[in-house]
């Protein structure tokens, strides 16, 4: 049938939604073509007599046209973009899509399909398929990543262009990222290094960027569903998800709905390290919510890690609205609420049954966002896309404790609401120069308090509690608010086919305003705090290619994390000391310089690159002694009454230069076409400083080596992860590498010398089978040899050996 004389047609890119500029449109013979604008749109009038249209773009896959209903309607046609594409666009540097040969970053992405093949991982476990990155655990329900020797608050988390990282984003551990349900994720970009050209405060060791799936327009099926479900028996596990899609021609709708449930960790029983008692669980506390016991209580099997499971719902909502060729509207939904999750690290403080804590617990943890987001394709100089969201975040935490021989339980309750604006525009200003620029606007507001309340016990039960007291809140009990303004340019210009350059530069604004009441106070001489900062940040880039195949990129750029309420306000017992609020912190800045070599083969599948980065960290915020002189509570200035207790003090400063050093080796080689190897190498080192100590967070050497092989129906895929030794005299002063959670190396002393963190290995192998294109069974065993160890700073032993199931349907 011959394409009707007179049609426009737009072409789309089917993953995301929006239209495809450039795409060669020609007939066999080709003695007719035409390319797509700026909005996807093609005039066909050109093609009259034709019985097909071939189209071609490069990424995508090629496609035909052979025919169009309606005389004078634009027609949507969507182009699949090849697998390689996938890999070549990055959508996070540049808060635009720009070809990965034309950033100098280094850029890990996690995949759809990679997600997919690998069964039972939370929002902080899936990180771990991404090289260069590692995870710390404190508790079952836990995952904080850290990227080049920087944790918590010093990377950013961002979710569809939104920012995660708060006000109360702490700079020790957090677990927020297992907030993300993996069944809703597109891609996950990790980018290395300081970002805040693109993001602002907080991106000093890198970006993580998680991009939900979005809804497809005028699909061939008009719905489509998909059930999943996984097991993993070192903790009798499962997740479980159905996700519903409906595709009609203007609009769109994709629905999530998951459930998990986590058990006790069952740790490995092969202790390659040596230390037979390490990590053991020979007590526990058997106390709940409404049960109470006096005593600790005798674990039957110690390599049951008590206390370590949880369960979490996770519920996604997305619509998408084409408004006209031109413009699209999307509305993002998703809340996340788990269980109470034990703190299993605190919950093991003390000696055999003579424990610490009964109790000690996040209360369930909340995220919920709500997103607007305006998308707008303009044929301009100036303006050929534009995107605005407007986002509105509500999370809420809460801390619980008590220690065993007391009815009191403390609870500390923080809430946080977050506003924020983003405005992202590209241009194309000349031929060779693209531009992205817009702004961002940022509205913290937290809300904190603190109460304790004596339990009222019959029996094992409990039955109630008296009035609350009010006690010292972890954040300024009178509220708190941050906010920022910035302004941001990014250019890249491909100078000659050889060389890129790219610039960047950032101005942010940032006010902070903390108040307490005058109950309670650990400091009566602090009440308020205002602060405000200015931080102009900039990026430098080249990418030389001398040769096909070859690539060198060189790197000069600056970031910033300004202050937040956690940093100046915080109030918390761990291990024995006090941190307490300081209301004269500054900015810290990080210089980075960054330098790597690529050499990728003909079909890009070959791969082997080298980095090598050294930092400054400029004003460095880390704890240290803080004297507290109004306090009159002890006969010594560096100690408080604080529960009880009297504790030493110390509290968040800056503390002039640091240094991180460090280097990376990744490679991927194709035997054939379905046997594929990867590797990969990390390696960073932190200087001592006489005074403060080695700094924080500077994990040993870690690497894995991966073999998969794709046949058909059949997918498999053997890992081998591990890392390297470190030595206790490497740990920071300040507490926050755990190093009391390292194996003792004489254990009936009263003085405790710690010997660090072992080395340890894990191989663990999975496998994919297809029966049918719409049924997919999954295997795994993880951990296989069940050895025993632990992450760098990590509180909790990982899982020994596991087998893992998984089903996956498409109806």
């Known amino acids: 049938m011959p394409v009707v004389w007179g049609q426009q047609l737009r072409v789309i890119d089917q993953e995301t939604n929006t239209p495809l500029e450039g795409v060669a449109l020609f007939s066999d013979d080709r003695t007719k073509s035409t390319l797509t604008d700026a909005q996807g749109q093609a005039d066909l009038r050109g093609f009259e007599g034709e019985l097909k249209i071939n189209l071609q773009l490069n990424g995508f896959q090629p496609a035909t046209l052979t025919s169009l209903s309606g005389a004078w309607e634009t027609q949507n046609f969507y182009m699949v973009p090849a697998t390689e594409m996938l890999q070549e666009v990055i959508l996070s540097v540049a808060r635009n899509e720009t070809r990965r040969d034309q950033l100098a970053e280094k850029v890990s992405l996690i995949t759809a399909e990679a997600l997919e093949k690998t069964p039972l991982r939370t929002g902080a476990d899936i990180l771990e398929l991404s090289p260069g990155v590692r995870v710390q655990k404190s508790q079952g329900g836990g995952g904080s990543p850290v990227l080049r020797g920087f944790e918590a608050n010093r990377v950013l988390l961002v979710v569809d262009g939104v920012r995660m990282n708060n006000a109360i984003y702490r700079s020790g ?203 707008a394709f303009k044929d301009r100089k100036w303006l050929r896309k534009g995107t605005l969201t407007l986002a509105y975040q509500n999370i809420v935490e809460s801390r619980n404790k008590r220690k065993f021989g007391s009815l009191q339980r403390d609870t500390q309750e923080e809430q946080v609401n977050v506003l924020s604006l983003n405005a992202d525009f590209d241009a194309l200003p000349a031929e060779k120069i693209n531009v992205a620029y817009g702004f961002e606007g940022t509205y913290n507001w937290v809300y904190s308090r603190g109460f304790s309340r004596v339990l009222s016990v019959q029996g094992n039960q409990i039955v109630g509690s008296d009035w609350p007291l009010a006690i010292p809140s972890r954040y300024p009990s009178k509220g708190s608010s941050i906010g920022s303004l910035a302004l941001y340019a990014n250019g890249v210009w491909d100078y000659t086919p050889k060389l890129t350059l790219n610039a960047g530069l950032r101005l942010t604004l940032s006010s902070l305003d903390a108040e307490w009441k005058k109950t309670a106070l650990i400091d009566p001489l602090l009440t308020k705090v205002t602060l405000s900062s200015e931080a102009l940040t900039w990026t430098l880039a080249t990418i030389y290619k001398p040769k096909p195949g070859w690539q060198l990129n060189f790197i000069l750029s600056n970031g910033f994390k300004a202050p937040n309420i956690d940093d100046i306000g915080k109030i918390r017992e761990n291990a024995g000391v006090l941190i307490v609020p300081n209301s ?77 050093y460090g280097s990376s080796i990744d490679g991927q080689y194709a035997f054939t076409p379905a046997l594929m190897a990867r590797a990969n190498l990390m390696y960073t080192l932190g200087n001592k400083n006489e005074k403060y100590g080695p700094l924080p967070s500077i994990a040993p050497y870690f690497g894995s080596i991966s073999l998969q092989y794709e046949k058909t129906r059949w997918s498999f895929r053997a890992d081998y992860q591990f890392s390297g030794a470190k030595d206790p005299d490497e740990y920071s002063y300040g507490g926050e590498d755990g190093l009391e959670e390292t194996p003792l190396l004489n254990p009936t002393s009263d003085i405790p010398r710690y010997a660090g963190s072992p080395a340890w290995n894990r191989a663990a192998v999975f496998a994919n089978y297809a029966p049918r294109p719409d049924l997919t069974f999954q295997f795994g065993l993880d951990n296989i040899f069940d050895t025993h160890y632990r992450s760098f700073a990590s509180g909790v032993s990982a899982p020994g050996r596991s087998l893992q199931l998984g089903l996956r349907l498409k109806f």
């Open 584 to 660: 004269f912190l500054k900015p810290e800045y990080a210089y980075n310089f960054d330098i790597g070599l690529m050499r990728m083969g003909q079909n890009q599948k070959n791969q082997l690159s080298a980095r090598g980065f050294a930092t400054m960290i400029s004003r460095h915020i880390v704890r240290s002694d803080y004297i507290v002189f109004s306090d009159n509570t002890t006969p010594s200035l560096a100690t408080i009454l604080y529960d009880g207790e009297e504790l030493p003090t110390v509290a968040n400063k800056n503390l002039g230069n640091r240094w991180v």
């Open 173 to 375: 551990h957090l677990q927020n990222a297992i907030t993300l349900d993996p069944n809703v994720l597109e891609r996950v970009e990790v980018v290395f290094g300081s970002s805040s050209v693109g993001y602002g405060s907080d991106a000093l060791g890198g970006v993580i960027h998680y991009y939900t799936k979005t809804p497809k327009l005028n699909a061939e099926k008009p719905f489509e569903g998909n059930f999943s479900s996984a097991y993993n028996s070192t903790n009798q596990g499962s997740m479980n998800n159905f996700t519903a899609q409906v595709s009609k021609e203007k609009w769109g709708s994709i629905s999530s709905l998951s459930f998990s449930k986590f058990g006790d960790i069952r740790m490995g029983t092969h202790r390659t390290h040596g230390y037979a008692d390490w990590g053991l669980t020979p007590y526990f506390s058997e106390n709940t919510r409404s049960y109470y016991k006096e005593t600790a209580t005798r674990n039957p099997d110690p390599e049951i890690q008590k206390n370590t499971g949880y369960d979490q719902y996770d519920f996604f909502q997305k619509f998408l609205y084409q408004i006209n060729t031109q413009s699209q509207l999307t509305l993002n939904l998703q809340y996340s609420t788990s269980s109470d999750i034990d703190r299993y690290d605190k919950l093991s403080e003390g000696d055999q049954d003579d424990l610490k804590f009964s109790e000690w617990y996040y209360g369930p943890q909340n995220r919920f966002l709500a997103a607007a987001q305006y998308k």
